[in-house]
């Protein structure tokens, strides 16, 4: 089920009815929403249901574990439920594209090998909660959260179904104790979660759908496209995979409002970051967080020298990469931007602390430079992310650069100049209310407190999903 679904639209309002009016107690709570994010999942193949119980059951019995052990058995549950996880991960997710590259080597070297591949469905946001339950056991193995023994909180935790399947990529520490709490109906937050939600379909529906119709119909046909319009469709694809992703943030913190439940910010404003480290401490927070806690600080981080800091940072940009899919094409976005971190570090340049930007109206020209030029710095990031194969991101690089005005120029003129303008629209609102956590979160004037201007922009927002809607598409991050 998606969020874009009248499907979902039918299962929300008689979860959140059953889940506030029927099951008071928490702990029936917790047990209804285990059974409604089952449903939730299971109705893409209820065959995913038995790998993410699996990865839930094996998680929640190795903090269990780990917590009576003691001296080297606890490290060797925490190794035993991590390689479990892994090679469930590994299996759908990597094995064909590490049968097909070996396989590929051995011929190369006059080895005749013919290993063979395996047909399977990728289930759905596999990569997200096997993250998730991973933290849990490391964070108990490290004495920073103690194991829980409510087993149905614990199956919430991993199951919740607004943020399960493209994240944000929860921490126990943060989501496992509000399962375990009781919970009250907050109908001023619940209001707010309404319209975070709002604002998230709009990004998606409105935006990202629409961009997507005009990248994926030329992307294929590349060659016959000019540099420059190549150039157009990877900023069109930039604010795509954008608005698609956070929307479905968005919509997922919203959603877990309705309930009771705050999840973390996954997105703040990434496009508007005047450099590379700033960038990344913008986009895909929960990730990106997850990366540095349990991959990076271990790796010795940067308390190192300056050679073993550099390849820690490859490391992780590399894992990263491959986390987002088996192609060598996100292998080598994860290089690309360790490289761009990397020469970061090396002239010295942080992400900016101060906020004094958030207190003026129009950014400086510096400070506008700045953001721009990061802005260009991503776009060619997702080419190489949004590329087929290596092979392809090599000729649109090539072309781009050799022939900016050979081929076609402009299609569906109409379409890319609708897409346009509202990408120049989302990049002023969110420019404007950079100091608020989305951007329909009330600001404190006069005008935006009286509920028939409310009313009156959220019916606009409304008719401008339903205009605007096209096809369904289905949120990019899933296939990760």
């Not at 194969?389 to 402009?410: E, H, N, Y």
Request: net charge positive; hydrophobic share 50%.
């Amino acid at each position: 089920m998606i969020f874009n679904s009248f499907a979902f639209i039918i299962f929300l309002p008689l979860v959140f009815l059953c889940y506030w009016f029927v099951f008071s107690r928490h702990k029936w709570q917790n047990a209804f929403i285990v059974v409604a994010s089952y449903i939730f999942y299971g109705w893409w193949d209820y065959r995913f249901l038995a790998l993410i119980a699996i990865t839930t059951a094996s998680s929640f019995a190795s903090g269990l574990l780990i917590d009576r052990s003691k001296g080297a058995s606890r490290k060797l549950w925490l190794t035993a439920n991590i390689m479990l996880n892994l090679l469930i991960l590994a299996t759908f997710k990597y094995y064909n594209f590490f049968t097909e590259n070996f396989t590929a080597l051995c011929h190369q070297l006059g080895w005749n090998v013919d290993w063979p591949t395996l047909s399977i469905i990728l289930p759905v946001g596999i990569s997200f909660y096997t993250f998730q339950a991973l933290s849990y056991s490391i964070d108990v193995y490290q004495r920073k959260l103690p194991p829980t023994r409510d087993v149905v909180a614990f199956f919430a935790y991993i199951s919740f179904f607004p943020q399960l399947v493209a994240g944000p990529i929860e921490r126990a520490t943060n989501l496992l104790p509000q399962f375990l709490a009781k919970r009250s109906f907050n109908y001023a937050q619940a209001v707010d979660g309404c319209r975070q939600m709002l604002w998230g379909f709009v990004k998606k529906v409105v935006i990202a759908d629409n961009c997507a119709v005009i990248v994926n119909q030329h992307w294929e046909h590349y060659q016959q496209c000019s540099g420059i319009f190549l150039m157009l469709l990877a900023v069109l694809f930039t604010f795509q995979i954008y608005c698609d992703f956070s929307g479905y943030s968005d919509i997922a913190i919203g959603c877990a409002r309705l309930f009771g439940i705050h999840l973390m910010q996954n997105f703040n404003h990434p496009y508007l970051a005047c450099n590379i480290p700033d960038f990344w401490r913008k986009w895909h927070i929960s990730l990106t967080s997850w990366m540095r806690d349990y991959i990076y600080f271990p790796l010795g981080g940067s308390r190192c020298g300056k050679l073993k800091t550099t390849r820690n940072v490859y490391v992780v940009w590399a894992i990263s990469g491959l986390w987002h899919g088996a192609n060598w094409t996100f292998v080598c976005w994860g290089l690309y931007h360790a490289t761009l971190l990397t020469i970061s570090r090396w002239l010295g340049i942080k992400a900016p602390k101060d906020n004094t930007a958030k207190q003026s109206l129009l950014p400086s020209f510096k400070t506008l430079c700045s953001i721009v030029f990061t802005f260009m710095l991503v776009v060619v990031g997702w080419i190489l992310f949004r590329a087929e194969s290596m092979t392809q991101a090599i000729d649109i690089f090539k072309r781009i650069v050799s022939q900016p005005t050979q081929g076609l120029l402009l299609a569906n003129t109409d379409k890319v100049v609708q897409c346009t303008l509202c990408c120049l629209a989302l990049i002023i609102v969110e420019w404007t209310q950079r100091h608020r956590l989305h951007a329909l979160q009330l600001p404190a004037t006069r005008l935006w407190r009286h509920p028939a201007a409310r009313l009156t922009l959220y019916a606009a927002l409304v008719a401008l999903i339903f205009i605007y809607a096209g096809e369904v598409q289905t949120f990019i991050y899933f296939q990760f």
